[in-house]
């Protein structure tokens, strides 16, 4: 028995042919729903690939990979597959003469497609691991096959576009696709207007698409892309709404090479209501062959749905029929669709192609998430239209490019529109470090809308805050009001920037393993902090702030010593004043009552040539006064350096001094004046060098 | 033994009427190479200037159809390719491929590129309209806007597909693939890796 029914499907299958869109056709059709639609976008948005859809994987471009699926779904013998009836009883009797082939919708989503299988979820599986798996060789070869894939779903999406596709029609030879493929190659003008443009309003599914019941045969909502379930075969008006499936509106509106004015057809396999001979009139166009302009008669689709385009050619014996009444299906008029028609087929079903393919693609990539906060605090929220209910992740990318899921950060939420989640804490992975701190992938798996296994990647940063805490090392007592900077290592930029509060503590953002800290004013110098007690004036010198570093509550707290300069000053035998004090020109007065009616007084000038200060480790002058327009006296810790906090108690220069001073002291009256001689009047005049320390002081 | 062949004799024999009453459809609008149709020839010039584009490449791409139960699955069948002259002009003959071409073999498509110009068929001045056959023979003028803009030579890009083109683009039509990756590199994209590099 069996080899009987082997023997006709032989039958069955051998004489008959046919072609979906032809390969370079569906390339077109791709490439252009491809370049229109978001995935360039989200690429570019949330993956950070910034070449798009020319991004390269594999050795070839994202949007080759796309066109390279839409051309390979058309292997033997996956073609059998690509028919869908949107009149059967039933999805699983939708398929090429009900069971040759699978109906297009059931392959786009059977996941035994065969090795490997392309369906609608292994292509989700493809994105999740071109978005998590370890290796970048991994993850370009799931992205590459993402798009091969994509470029697969699309093609069957194209072939609800051609009518044959749709009407259980396998014919061959002179056809619709023949007649795409050819205008395409011989006058793209005229294809690219096909492309771009409808001549039907809207042309594009209404998003309602979405929410429809879902068949428990195919349940991800793109099967409602090629059919809605809305036309029933009694209908055909609805197909011209924005919501229907496009098999459903090719299969309502349009003949295929075999399935012309088969409303009455006796093979349940061949009848389709509409078209009929009601939708149509007939009208006389004028057609060129060779160079003879001649007339030809149409039916002129002008009802049942879309209207204003020539259906089929109206056949030669069609006169004969009307005059002698004779019955359509005994004696066909047999009518054919030529050049003409399938023109005007064209221009309705091609820019429908694209809008549906867009369409899919535009939904593949629907999924929207940010992230937002800090590792200290952080959330994330559902920017998208659907609801997601699955497992939220961060990934993050090591040195050497393998992708690894951080510890800790793996969160299972539902999330309506709009909604987010916040007060998550996340550990910033150390071990390793990330090649970019605070770059995460973060990536959804699980239920959007009515889909029950989206993959949603958005690469987001996420900050990462320390609290350093300054105080002066002598006595704990916080430094308020200062600035702290966080400084990249690598680049040397500044990543942020924070004033001390009451309590000495301010809020940074860093890099873990990547980050110094610099303080520009504690001191007369800027420092950077290099682990304890001890500072450096150079970032080479500078701790790299680790994790270790931190308390519990994120907090390093930095002890500063405040340091100044000391020097030993001469004391002057008769004034008991500083015979040179580190003074601009100046004087100094006092009158000191030591009796009844009399007057210690004293008076000194200061003089000053030129005071320097000269570094002992580099030898680096510091002119600290009595330079060209200076009016007062530097103090010599302004040539201090951050490595001169380390040295508190030692001598790290000298002051030179060229100086004079006279000295004078008298006894006067209440009125000043002089009682006696002078006590002194000394006059001096030399260059003096004293040794210069490092004292720590209170502020 | 005996059963399996009375299953296959009369499969055969279907398989060979198929296969005549295939040869035998009509094959409309001259879509098949009926005999030699080359060489293809022609000229490609700036259109602005009308200057001679030296080096343009000239790729043909012959694809046919084989046929299978219920379908018809077009593939490559084979390419050329040559380089235009000083003067901008270029001949490719191809009599080998044309003259061994199996049955159902279609007329050559054609691509032109020159690095910073828009390609044909896409995106040409001239010729205009139906573009079959406008090699042949005598040969026609190719006129290429020059492209100024990154993002038009980006687009002008998207529309080679090397791979589509070939499988192994880079033994086949190897000047083509110098320039497209010359100009992939000029305008901020990766080049296409040679196999070895994949």
């Known amino acids: 028995m069996i080899y009987y029914a082997i023997l006709v499907a032989c039958l069955l299958v051998l004489p008959v042919a046919a072609i979906a869109y032809e390969i370079p056709t569906h390339e077109r059709i791709t490439e252009t729903s491809g370049d229109r639609s978001v995935a360039g976008q989200v690429l570019t948005g949330s993956l950070g690939l910034s070449d798009g859809l020319r991004t390269s994987v594999g050795g070839q471009r994202l949007l080759d990979w796309l066109t390279q699926g839409s051309r390979r779904e058309d292997d033997p013998v996956r073609f059998l ?16 003469l009900t069971s040759v082939g699978q109906s297009s919708i059931l392959w786009g989503q059977n996941v035994s497609q065969g090795f490997p299988s392309w369906s ?35 093609h069957l999406i194209q072939d609800a576009a051609s009518p044959a596709h749709t009407r259980n029609d396998p014919h061959v030879l002179y056809n619709y696709e023949w007649l795409v493929d050819e205008v395409q190659r011989r006058e793209p003008s005229t294809f690219e207007g096909w492309l771009t443009g409808s001549p039907d309003v809207p042309g594009a599914p209404d998003s309602g698409w979405r929410s429809l019941d879902s068949n428990s045969l195919a349940p991800v909502a793109t099967a409602r892309l090629i059919d809605a379930d809305r036309y029933q075969g009694g209908n055909p008006l609805v197909t011209m709404e924005p919501l229907i499936g496009l098999a459903e509106y090719t299969n309502a509106n349009f003949f295929s090479e075999d399935r012309i004015f088969t409303e009455n057809d006796t093979n349940v396999q061949k009848r389709f209501p509409y078209p009929n001979r009601a939708s149509a009139t007939e009208q006389d166009f004028d057609v060129q062959v060779g160079t003879a ?22 056949g030669l014996l069609r006169d004969y029929h009307q005059r002698f009444n004779l019955d359509w299906t005994r004696f066909r008029e047999s009518p054919a669709l030529d050049e003409a028609v399938y023109r005007d087929y064209a221009a309705r079903l091609v820019p429908r192609a694209v809008t ?14 940010i992230a937002f906060g800090n590792d200290v605090s952080m959330g994330f929220q559902n920017l998208g239209e659907e609801a997601m209910d699955g497992t939220f992740a961060l990934y993050y990318d090591d040195a050497s490019e393998v992708r690894r899921p951080v510890l800790g950060a793996t969160w299972a939420r539902a999330l309506a529109p709009g909604e987010f989640v916040e007060g998550l804490q996340l550990s910033a992975p150390t071990s390793p470090p990330a090649q970019d701190p605070g770059k995460y992938l973060l990536v959804f798996r699980g239920a959007m809308g009515s889909e029950a ?68 004013s504690v001191n007369f110098f800027p420092m950077f902090w290099a682990g304890g007690a001890t500072f450096s004036s150079g970032i080479e010198g500078a701790r790299v702030v680790q994790v270790s570093d931190l308390d519990p509550q994120r907090q390093v707290t930095i002890a500063i010593p405040v340091i100044s300069a000391e020097w030993p000053e001469r004391i002057e035998a008769c004034t008991e004043r500083p015979l040179f004090a580190h003074a601009p020109n100046g004087f100094f007065r006092q009158s000191v009552p030591v009796g009844d009616g009399l007057f210690d007084f004293i008076s000194i000038t200061y003089g000053v040539n030129l005071i320097t200060f000269i570094r002992g480790d580099n030898g680096q002058e510091l002119p600290l006064c009595g330079g060209e327009g200076s009016t007062a006296c530097v103090d010599p810790a302004a040539g201090f350096v951050a490595e001169d906090v380390n040295r508190v108690g030692q001598i790290v220069g000298q002051l030179v001094r060229d100086m004079r001073s006279n000295h004078y002291r008298q006894l006067t009256d209440t009125d000043g004046r002089p009682i006696g001689q002078p006590i002194c009047l000394n006059e001096y005049e030399e260059v003096e060098v004293v040794p210069v320390t490092v004292a720590e002081r209170l502020i | 033994m005996m059963r399996w062949l009375r299953l296959a004799l009369p499969c055969l024999c279907l398989l060979a009427v198929c296969s005549m009453a295939l040869a035998q459809s009509p094959e409309g609008w001259d879509r098949y190479l009926d005999k030699y149709r080359g060489p293809y020839r022609g000229e490609v010039i700036d259109a602005e200037t009308k200057a001679p584009l030296a080096g343009a490449v000239f790729v043909a791409l012959w694809r046919r159809d084989r046929v299978y139960p ?78 100024q803009g990154r993002e038009e030579r980006r687009k002008n890009l998207d529309s080679i597909h090397p791979y589509s083109i070939s499988d192994t683009p880079f033994k086949d039509i190897p000047q083509l693939m110098r320039r497209v990756n010359e100009e992939s590199i000029a305008v901020g994209l990766s080049s296409y890796p040679p196999p070895e590099n994949r």
């Not at chain 2, 001949?91 to 061994?100: K, N, Y």
């Open chain 2, 70 to 147: 219920f379908h018809i699955v077009t593939e490559n069948y084979a390419v050329r390719e040559t380089v235009a002259d000083p003067e901008g002009r270029f001949l490719l003959e191809a009599r080998d491929v044309e003259e061994r071409a199996p049955r159902r073999t279609h007329r050559p498509e054609f691509l032109i590129f020159v690095p910073g110009y828009g390609s044909f068929p896409r995106f040409q001045r001239l010729p205009t309209g139906f573009l079959g056959g406008v090699f042949e023979g005598a040969g026609t003028t190719v006129e290429l806007p020059r492209h």
């Open chain 1, 356 to 369: 549906y393919s867009t369409t899919l693609l535009d939904y593949f990539f629907r999924g929207q998430v």
């Open chain 1, 81 to 96: 597959n690509h028919f869908h009836n949107p009149l059967a009883s039933d999805w699983s009797q939708a398929g090429l």
């Open chain 1, 453 to 520: 296994d989206a993959v949603v990647g958005k690469q987001v940063m996420i900050e990462s805050v320390i609290f350093p805490r300054l105080i002066k090392r002598k006595d704990g007592t916080p430094f308020r009001g200062y600035v702290v900077q966080a400084i990249d290592v690598g680049s040397g930029q500044v990543l942020s920037s924070g004033l001390t509060d009451d309590d000495g503590k301010a809020r940074l953002s860093w890099k873990p393993g990547r980050t110094a800290l610099f303080i520009p």
């Open chain 1, 120 to 154: 609608w979820r292994d292509v989700r599986q493809l994105y999740f691991d071109a978005l998590t798996r370890p290796t970048r060789a991994d993850r370009d070869r799931g992205l590459g096959r993402t798009f091969e894939g994509l470029g697969r779903q699309v």
């Open chain 1, 293 to 314: 302009t001649v007339k030809r008669r149409y039916f002129v689709k002008t009802g049942d749905g879309a209207t204003g385009y020539r259906l089929a050619t109206v």
